[in-house]
């Protein structure tokens, strides 16, 4: 879940290299580094603990140019975040490395180095790769021959990226199982581990498949398969924009991406629904067939992604599929029993989160009749690996709490309930109702979202609070449960969701006058029920912050609501997110944490 950004030109590559480390910063921000080749051939090396500004402001003070480097921006798996523990890697002068993912057996590695004389001054498992690579380049490998040798010997999943004074005209970079580009320039080319590292310099990528190892020169690229033989990668022309990175006048990229949920949630829905029905034929050729045969759905998804699917679960179990949704990490380790007629859906924005992935490869074997994607990111690994994929179309979501990705899966996963429910009964006039309830969502966000400053006075009651408990029933537990992680995310507050029912057979021993409590309560069959549980709560002095339902008469005393208008029945869990995104964008304004880049987290998981 590192960020790796790479470059080679007749031209000082130094301020590509530290802008392509902030759109990358998203990935990992405990600290930052550069090895670029100066004017006199030598490696020079500048590492800064924090934020790429911090390295900037390093780099700057030498004066350093050249036209060669690779820089990294981190995020902590093997050591603490420290100076020495940032990337590049370097082995003395000989060669410098940064790499992205995890070398499993790293400690194996590093004793058989430390036995050949080698010292290491880090805790990281990188390093390992950087004194292995020094030795075969001491057996006279040229860099590419030792990229490939070391990369046997790895066990892991990494994209990695190596420079040697030795061999100066290249950069030579490796993946297996987490991603990386090569960005197409003219006279220059580039490598990264995302696209939107490389939009101010190029739309033109090639997506270096699982086991391939390139040779990155300023006249063209090379690229060996996992078999040692020269192959072409298609060079794909990318639809991502520039501007799409920026924050334009927003104080925050989390702020932005929530005011950007009406026209990303019309752009979802474009070219899918006509004249009041599904076109079905706009999710791929090979989806009827597929959907033909489901009589199952399971959903593996991690963090928000699971929560979207959680919500899905209760619209395809009433559409009559049955559909069991798991964590991707946990799934993944378990002998799973797959019913005939199974559909793998598997859901991610990045389409890079390392365990589903891992749990999409594994479930070839498993008797799935195929898999689904439901995916941000058109480049991802998972779109590769998958027999269908739904694109979210939400655009490039930066901020590390996820808003408009969460909002717009949910919006193609109820598109897919209809096309399943075309299969089960669904009749012409119920699926003009389904259709014309996300034709009206864009503009039920947009109302929503004037209520902004009402949330934010809302907001100021949690400055002091160090817990809370956020309640649902039906789809909109799993509601509350987002809405819980978005706010312990960003604001460090720790917030917990249970189900109303579940009140009485635990939680409710937490209530006190301290412990606010967050629920949502639509006008649906479950309202009174909620409600009774409300009423238990007040009854212990907990303070209530409810978002209703113009048409609720809540009849307690001692709350704060917001009145909602318009919600339709099937989209309102969509709804009534929004207000809790803003709830805690707000509150963590106040708390004074970093909104865009909270401790402790990165945007697109790509380890264990």
């Given at each position: 879940?590192?960020g790796i950004?790479?470059?080679?030109s007749?031209?000082?590559?130094?301020?590509?290299?530290?802008?392509?480390?902030?759109?990358?910063?998203?990935?990992?921000?405990?600290?930052a580094?550069v090895?670029?080749?100066?004017?006199?051939?030598?490696?020079?090396?500048?590492?800064?603990?924090?934020?790429?500004?911090?390295?900037?402001?390093?780099?700057?003070?030498?004066?350093?140019?050249?036209?060669?480097?690779i820089?990294?921006?981190?995020?902590?798996?093997?050591?603490?975040?420290?100076?020495?523990?940032?990337?590049?890697h370097m082995?003395?002068v000989r060669v410098?490395?940064?790499?992205?993912g995890?070398?499993?057996?790293?400690?194996?590695?590093?004793?058989?180095?430390?036995?050949l004389?080698?010292?290491?001054?880090?805790?990281?498992?990188?390093?390992?790769?950087?004194?292995?690579?020094?030795?075969?380049?001491?057996?006279g490998?040229?860099?590419?021959?030792?990229?490939v040798?070391?990369?046997?010997?790895l066990?892991?999943a990494?994209?990695?990226a190596?420079?040697?004074p030795?061999?100066?005209?290249?950069?030579?970079v490796?993946r297996?199982?987490?991603?990386l580009?090569?960005?197409?320039?003219?006279?220059?080319?580039f490598?990264?581990?995302?696209?939107?590292a490389?939009?101010s310099v190029?739309?033109?990528?090639?997506f270096?498949?699982e086991?391939?190892?390139?040779?990155v020169?300023?006249?063209?690229?090379?690229?060996?398969?996992?078999?040692?033989?020269?192959?072409?990668?298609?060079?794909?022309?990318?639809?991502?924009?520039?501007?799409s990175?920026?924050?334009?006048?927003?104080?925050?990229?989390?702020?932005?991406?929530?005011?950007?949920?009406?026209?990303?949630?019309?752009?979802?829905?474009?070219?899918?629904?006509h004249?009041?029905?599904?076109?079905?034929?706009?999710?791929?050729?090979e989806?009827?067939?597929?959907?033909?045969?489901?009589?199952?759905?399971q959903?593996i998804?991690?963090?928000?992604?699971?929560?979207?699917g959680?919500?899905?679960?209760?619209w395809?179990?009433?559409?009559?599929?049955?559909?069991?949704?798991e964590?991707?990490?946990?799934?993944r380790y378990?002998?799973?029993?797959?019913?005939?007629?199974?559909?793998?859906i598997?859901?991610?924005q990045?389409?890079?989160?390392?365990?589903?992935?891992?749990a999409?490869?594994?479930?070839?074997?498993?008797?799935?009749?195929g898999?689904?994607?439901?995916?941000?990111?058109?480049?991802?690994?998972?779109v590769?690996?998958?027999?269908v994929?739904?694109?979210?179309?939400?655009g490039?979501?930066?901020?590390?709490?996820?808003?408009?990705?969460?909002?717009?899966?949910?919006?193609?996963?109820?598109l897919?309930?209809?096309?399943l429910?075309?299969?089960?009964?669904?009749?012409?006039?119920q699926?003009?109702?389904?259709?014309?309830?996300?034709?009206?969502?864009p503009?039920?966000?947009?109302?929503?979202?004037q209520l902004?400053?009402?949330i934010?006075?809302?907001?100021?009651?949690?400055?002091?609070?160090?817990?809370a408990?956020?309640l649902?029933?039906?789809?909109?537990?799993?509601?509350?449960?987002?809405g819980?992680?978005?706010?312990k995310?960003?604001s460090?507050?720790?917030?917990e969701?249970?189900?109303?029912?579940?009140?009485?057979?635990?939680?409710?021993a937490?209530?006190?006058?301290?412990?606010?409590?967050?629920?949502?309560?639509?006008?649906?069959?479950?309202?009174?029920?909620?409600?009774?549980?409300?009423?238990?709560?007040?009854?212990?002095g907990?303070?209530?912050?409810?978002?209703?339902?113009?048409?609720?008469?809540?009849?307690?005393?001692?709350?704060?609501?917001?009145t909602?208008?318009?919600?339709?029945?099937g989209?309102?869990?969509?709804?009534?997110?929004?207000p809790l995104?803003?709830?805690?964008?707000?509150v963590a304004?106040i708390k004074g944490?970093?909104v865009?880049?909270?401790?402790?987290?990165?945007?697109?998981?790509?380890v264990?």
């Amino acid at each position: 879940m590192c960020g790796i950004v790479g470059a080679i030109s007749e031209n000082n590559i130094l301020p590509l290299l530290l802008e392509g480390l902030q759109r990358l910063e998203y990935r990992g921000y405990d600290s930052a580094g550069v090895a670029i080749r100066n004017n006199k051939g030598e490696l020079k090396r500048f590492r800064a603990l924090g934020k790429v500004a911090e390295l900037k402001a390093l780099v700057e003070q030498s004066h350093v140019t050249g036209n060669l480097g690779i820089a990294h921006t981190r995020w902590a798996t093997h050591g603490a975040p420290a100076t020495r523990n940032a990337h590049p890697h370097m082995s003395g002068v000989r060669v410098a490395v940064v790499h992205n993912g995890i070398i499993e057996n790293h400690n194996v590695l590093r004793d058989r180095l430390i036995a050949l004389g080698y010292s290491f001054t880090s805790e990281t498992d990188t390093e390992v790769i950087a004194h292995l690579m020094a030795h075969k380049l001491e057996s006279g490998l040229s860099l590419l021959a030792a990229v490939v040798e070391v990369a046997a010997e790895l066990d892991g999943a990494y994209a990695l990226a190596a420079s040697s004074p030795e061999d100066a005209d290249r950069i030579v970079v490796t993946r297996e199982g987490s991603p990386l580009v090569i960005g197409i320039g003219k006279g220059e080319n580039f490598i990264a581990s995302d696209v939107a590292a490389l939009l101010s310099v190029t739309r033109r990528f090639i997506f270096l498949e699982e086991g391939d190892v390139a040779e990155v020169r300023r006249d063209g690229v090379t690229i060996y398969n996992a078999n040692g033989d020269v192959v072409e990668r298609p060079v794909k022309e990318s639809a991502l924009s520039n501007t799409s990175v920026d924050k334009g006048p927003y104080a925050h990229y989390m702020l932005k991406e929530i005011y950007e949920q009406p026209s990303v949630i019309s752009e979802t829905l474009e070219g899918r629904i006509h004249h009041g029905r599904l076109l079905e034929a706009s999710f791929g050729h090979e989806t009827t067939a597929l959907l033909d045969k489901t009589k199952h759905v399971q959903i593996i998804a991690c963090g928000t992604s699971y929560h979207a699917g959680l919500v899905a679960k209760y619209w395809f179990e009433e559409a009559g599929i049955s559909c069991s949704v798991e964590v991707a990490s946990e799934y993944r380790y378990r002998k799973a029993v797959v019913p005939d007629g199974s559909l793998l859906i598997t859901i991610s924005q990045s389409g890079e989160t390392a365990d589903t992935l891992a749990a999409l490869k594994g479930s070839r074997s498993q008797g799935y009749i195929g898999s689904l994607c439901v995916c941000n990111v058109a480049e991802s690994s998972l779109v590769r690996e998958s027999d269908v994929s739904l694109m979210t179309r939400a655009g490039t979501e930066i901020g590390v709490a996820s808003t408009k990705a969460f909002t717009t899966q949910l919006v193609a996963l109820r598109l897919l309930m209809i096309a399943l429910a075309r299969r089960t009964g669904l009749t012409a006039e119920q699926e003009k109702e389904l259709v014309d309830e996300l034709h009206a969502l864009p503009r039920q966000v947009e109302v929503v979202l004037q209520l902004a400053d009402e949330i934010q006075i809302m907001a100021a009651d949690f400055s002091d609070k160090h817990n809370a408990l956020f309640l649902g029933r039906g789809p909109f537990y799993p509601v509350a449960m987002e809405g819980a992680l978005k706010l312990k995310e960003i604001s460090y507050i720790h917030a917990e969701a249970y189900p109303a029912g579940e009140l009485k057979h635990g939680p409710l021993a937490l209530v006190d006058e301290s412990m606010p409590v967050v629920c949502a309560l639509p006008d649906d069959p479950l309202l009174e029920k909620v409600l009774s549980n409300l009423q238990e709560v007040r009854a212990r002095g907990g303070e209530l912050f409810l978002f209703s339902d113009q048409k609720v008469d809540i009849g307690l005393d001692r709350y704060q609501s917001l009145t909602l208008s318009d919600i339709y029945p099937g989209t309102a869990p969509i709804v009534y997110s929004i207000p809790l995104q803003l709830l805690a964008y707000h509150v963590a304004l106040i708390k004074g944490t970093d909104v865009d880049q909270p401790r402790n987290l990165a945007k697109s998981v790509t380890v264990e």
